[in-house]
């Protein structure tokens, strides 16, 4: 029970207008693995662009849409979506470039970083370019905002720091279980795509009564031409919950269903074959975890 309770996971946006090195933080932090990507970012509002897997922590980095500098009612709208999908997480990380820092669109992202209610971390990217003295004030700037729980100096480019950005956001998060098998950035993003989607009908149909931390496991995943045959388990921690998720007469895990598969059809190009089923056992991450 003791080392079960220390993990930690967790959804971590990542916020900064473009070109501030979100992709090469990404790319740095899941080293050669390769970053889930979307053919079609629409298909959720939080697209997942990785997961970094260690032995006591899981982070599932989320790319939220950017802001930028705009005419005023475009830009409240895209700072209403911006805000929407960064609500999600449960903890933002706002990038910034240590050569060209708090410019007017960072401080838009700012604006919007600073109605989170949850803990943000600022990561100054490209140390590299400046000389090391400049970095200090910079922090010392960035920390009287009174915005972020820490401040992280890095170089995505490089390398430097990236360790310790990884030990701090894993330390901001709270306890929680292994969300997705640690393989899932080797060869299998379609899988987790999939359980990706199924998940986020489950949250959204069932609101408020199904936590976010619920899993999705896809137990057979099987591509034939032009069919693909997907089994999913949704994992549930309560009884109780497992009651909302299936329905009276199985009417949400019917419409969860159908809700998924349009989108997972839309999604591939391709017909989909969706079984789901509703499974409750509280100890179901810790077999996890423990692998
Ligand atoms: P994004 O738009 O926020 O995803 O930014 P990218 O990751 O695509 O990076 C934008 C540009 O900045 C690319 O040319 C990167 O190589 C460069 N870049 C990212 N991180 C660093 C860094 O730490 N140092 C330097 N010198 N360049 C970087
Ligand atoms: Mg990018």
Not at 11 to 18: D, Y
Not at 160 to 181: H, I, M, Q, S, Y
């Amino acid at each position: 029970m003791e080392e079960d309770a220390a993990f930690k996971s967790g959804f971590v946006s990542l916020l900064g207008r473009p070109n501030v090195g979100k992709s090469t933080l990404m790319n740095r932090v899941l080293g050669a693995k390769i970053a889930i990507t979307s053919p079609k970012p629409q298909t959720t509002r939080n697209k997942i662009v990785g997961i970094h897997t260690a032995p006591g922590h899981q982070i599932i980095f989320l790319d939220t849409p950017g802001i930028h500098k705009s005419n005023k009612p475009l830009n409240r709208m895209m700072v209403k979506e911006a805000k929407k999908a960064a609500a999600d997480a449960d903890l933002a990380v706002m990038i910034i470039e240590a050569d060209n820092p708090w410019t007017e669109e960072d401080l838009l992202t700012l604006d919007l970083v600073e109605t989170l209610e949850m803990k943000r971390v600022l990561a100054i990217n490209k140390v590299d370019k400046v000389h090391r003295a400049a970095v200090l004030p910079l922090i010392d700037h960035s920390s009287k905002l009174s915005v972020f729980e820490e401040i992280v100096p890095l170089s995505a480019l490089k390398g430097d720091n990236v360790d310790r950005f990884v030990e701090v956001v894993a330390g901001l998060l709270e306890e929680g279980p292994l969300l997705f098998p640690d393989d899932v950035l080797t060869d299998q993003a379609e899988r987790f795509w999939a359980a990706e989607i199924i998940r986020e009908k489950v949250v959204r149909r069932t609101r408020q009564e199904i936590p976010y931390s619920t899993a999705v496991m896809i137990e057979e995943f099987a591509e034939s031409p032009g069919l693909i045959r997907i089994k999913a388990a949704i994992l549930v921690e309560r009884e109780t919950q497992k009651r909302i998720v299936i329905g009276k007469a199985g009417a949400m895990i019917k419409e969860i269903g159908s809700a998924a598969r349009h989108d997972l059809e839309n999604f591939w190009g391709q017909k989909v074959f969706l079984e789901l089923y509703v499974k409750h056992d509280k100890n179901w991450w810790r077999t996890q975890t423990e692998r």
